[in-house]
């Protein structure tokens, strides 16, 4: 058994063992507990979004600009690359198990943020940092638990927010003749810019970026879907059978189909929209906030927006039957299906645009979250030297991704989001009281 195949199997153990029951034991806890709060608080969550609040909010960036970095962060190449991938390892039954994921990974995003900006920290520089680390450690005294954290997030920042980016980008700029090294360098160029300004400047850019790329992916993507209109429910039909088709667990070997759906669908549920992963609550803890559980409301828009990318995404591959073609593999795989679907060569180059974009936000997200993790590791011997030593460090990482195999790639992205998500579900387990206590008591004084 080679490396990737020996990481791979260790990655589904953890899944189908540790992470499947825990998101779903979790998200069905909380789910119960505060009313589905996943459904019952999107109304309030869209309202607080763009409401400015009381003058006396602590914090240094907007609710608006705080979730701009939460969805560049979570609207990346997994979107779009990741659905390719999913479809080729987990069948279209892994999109209906990353629903599924993301129902219940919304409720332990809610209660991640609440517990991040609860336990967030103000440093000298009058930034406001948090996330499941601070949580970890000063919430329950886990302080070996909370460094392990911080660790496992330096890993993904390389790992999903740099490799994984990097990779699904110089896919398809190779395929139309550019140098991916070459190309690569340039875009380590644009990180720089940004990267080296603070989240200030990162959640600033990502508040003009989110909106545009979003919709020029998205209203690409419907017109496609409308063209194809009459495959949509059999594409529809081929996602539930796939998921649910237990007959297939008595056949032995071919059961594994059916836990690889899951396994897939979880993975890409995860790496879609970071719920568990603890990214969200680092973000968020930066924003100016009067209230820890407005601040979990408002992130109940990410999940939802992230899915519908997702899912449209998934049935632009089902419908075109790209999915299918032998030989296609991640970003190329979606510019094939944008090209057929629209009979022209223009869509796979909206596609190339977009994911440029999508790839780019979410390096400077997910750099950031790096950063904040360096920086608690780093403790009192943390200083602007130090912090500046890592932003250069990630940035001259940025080139090494395009240099690794695709499939590598994602075998060690799934491993870091893996771990993070195990470590943060602890703290919010161990926590979740305190979630529900200041739920039940904002919900009571909003009555009142």
């Known amino acids: 058994m080679d490396l990737k195949n020996?990481?791979?199997s260790i990655n589904l153990g953890f899944t189908l063992c540790i992470v499947f029951p825990s998101i779903v034991a979790l998200g069905l806890y909380f789910t119960i507990k505060l009313n589905?709060?996943?459904?019952?608080?999107?109304p309030l969550s869209f309202a607080s979004l763009l409401k400015k609040g009381s003058g006396d909010m602590n914090g240094n960036i907007s609710r608006f600009g705080a979730l701009s970095a939460v969805l560049a962060g979570n609207f990346g190449t997994g979107n779009i690359s990741g659905m390719a991938v999913a479809l080729c390892t987990g069948g279209p039954g892994a999109l209906v198990?990353?629903?599924?994921?993301?129902?219940?990974?919304?409720?332990?995003?809610?209660?991640?943020?609440?517990?991040?900006?609860?336990?967030?920290?103000?440093?000298q520089n009058n930034e406001y940092v948090g996330g499941p680390m601070y949580y970890l450690r000063d919430g329950l005294g886990y302080k070996k638990l909370a460094a392990l954290f911080a660790t496992f997030t330096i890993l993904g920042a390389i790992t999903v927010g740099l490799f994984a980016q990097i990779n699904s980008v110089v896919l398809p700029l190779e395929k139309i003749g550019l140098n991916p090294f070459y190309s690569s360098l340039c875009l380590m160029c644009l990180v720089a810019i940004v990267t080296l300004g603070g989240i200030q400047r990162i959640a600033s850019f990502a508040s003009y970026i989110v909106p545009f790329k979003a919709l020029l992916y998205l209203g690409t993507a419907f017109v496609i879907l409308f063209l194809h209109a009459d495959k949509i429910p059999h594409a529809f039909g081929l996602m539930f059978e796939s998921a649910f088709d237990f007959t297939a667990v008595a056949g032995g070997a071919l059961g594994m189909g059916l836990f690889h759906?899951?396994?897939?669908?979880?993975?890409?549920?995860?790496?879609?929209?970071?719920a568990g992963t603890g990214i969200v609550p680092i973000l968020q803890a930066s924003s100016r906030s009067e209230n820890p559980v407005i601040d979990g409301i408002v992130t109940l828009v990410a999940p939802?927006?992230?899915?519908?990318?997702?899912?449209t995404t998934?049935?632009?591959?089902?419908?075109?039957?790209?999915?299918?073609?032998?030989?296609?593999?991640?970003t190329n795989?979606?510019?094939?299906?944008?090209?057929?679907?629209?009979?022209?060569?223009?869509?796979?180059?909206?596609?190339?645009?977009?994911?440029?974009l999508f790839a780019y936000t979410t390096i400077l997200a997910w750099g950031y979250c790096g950063e904040k993790a360096f920086g608690f590791l780093l403790g009192s011997r943390a200083n602007k030297k130090r912090i500046l030593f890592f932003r250069y460090f990630y940035i001259l990482l940025v080139p090494v991704g395009s240099l690794l195999h695709v499939s590598l790639i994602w075998t060690l992205a799934d491993i870091a989001i893996t771990l993070m998500v195990i470590t943060n579900v602890i703290g919010i387990t161990k926590l979740r009281g305190k979630v529900v206590q200041a739920?039940?008591?904002?919900?009571?004084?909003q009555s009142s």
């Open 6 to 8: 020996f990481l791979e």
């Open 36 to 42: 589905c709060v996943q459904i019952t608080r999107l």
């Open 97 to 123: 198990w990353m629903w599924i994921m993301a129902f219940f990974g919304a409720t332990i995003q809610y209660a991640s943020s609440i517990l991040g900006v609860s336990y967030r920290q103000k440093l």
């Open 261 to 274: 759906a899951i396994k897939t669908g979880f993975d890409r549920g995860l790496f879609a929209t970071d």
């Open 304 to 311: 939802l927006m992230v899915m519908i990318v997702c899912t």
């Open 314 to 330: 998934g049935l632009v591959l089902l419908v075109t039957g790209a999915w299918q073609q032998i030989g296609l593999e991640s």
């Open 333 to 356: 795989m979606v510019t094939f299906a944008f090209s057929q679907g629209l009979g022209s060569q223009a869509g796979g180059y909206i596609v190339v645009v977009t994911l440029l």
């Open 439 to 445: 739920s039940q008591s904002y919900a009571t004084a």
